[in-house]
Nanobody, 124 residues
Framework: QVQLVESGGGSVQAGGSLRLSCVTSGGTFSSSAMGWFRQAPGKEREFVARISWSGGSTSYADSVKGRFTISRDNAKNTVYLQVNSLKPEDTAVYYC?????????????????WGQGTQVTVSS
C-alpha cells in the first residue's frame, strides 16, 4: 500500500522559510510524478508545484513562482518543497501527492495517492 508522510510544517513570520518533506513507501516512487497542493480554510485544494519522475521537469503556481522550489531524491523516496519569502496568504495545510503517471499535472485528479498534510501558518 502506498503511503505518503509529510513533515516540516510550522508557524513562521512573514518572510520566513520552511522546508517541507514527503517520504513515500509502498510504491514505485522513482517512476512517479509528485506534486504539492495546499488547502486554506474554506477554500478548495489548489496546485502549488509538481515535479516529473526524473526531476527534469517542474512547474509552479503563479502565486509561488520564484519563492518555492520543488525537488526530489529518488534514492530516499522523498520529495521536498522549499518555501521562502512566506506570506500570510500562504497559510494552509500542504499536501503531498503521487501520480501513477511519470509527468503528473496541476489538477487534484491527476494524482492517485495523498498524504495527510502538514500545517503551515504564516503570521504578519
Amino acid at each position: 500500500q502506498v503511503q505518503l508522510v509529510e513533515s516540516g510544517g510550522g508557524s513562521v513570520q512573514a518572510g520566513g522559510s520552511l522546508r517541507l518533506s514527503c517520504v513515500t513507501s509502498g510504491g514505485t516512487f522513482s517512476s512517479s510524478a509528485m506534486g504539492w497542493f495546499r488547502q486554506a480554510p474554506g477554500k478548495e485544494r489548489e496546485f502549488v508545484a509538481r515535479i516529473s519522475w526524473s526531476g527534469g521537469s517542474t512547474s509552479y503556481a503563479d502565486s509561488v513562482k520564484g519563492r518555492f522550489t520543488i525537488s526530489r531524491d529518488n534514492a530516499k523516496n522523498t520529495v521536498y518543497l522549499q518555501v521562502n519569502s512566506l506570506k500570510p496568504e500562504d497559510t494552509a495545510v500542504y499536501y503531498c501527492a503521487a501520480a501513477v503517471s511519470p509527468r503528473g499535472g496541476v489538477r487534484v485528479t491527476d494524482y492517485d495517492y495523498w498524504g495527510q498534510g502538514t500545517q503551515v501558518t504564516v503570521s504578519s
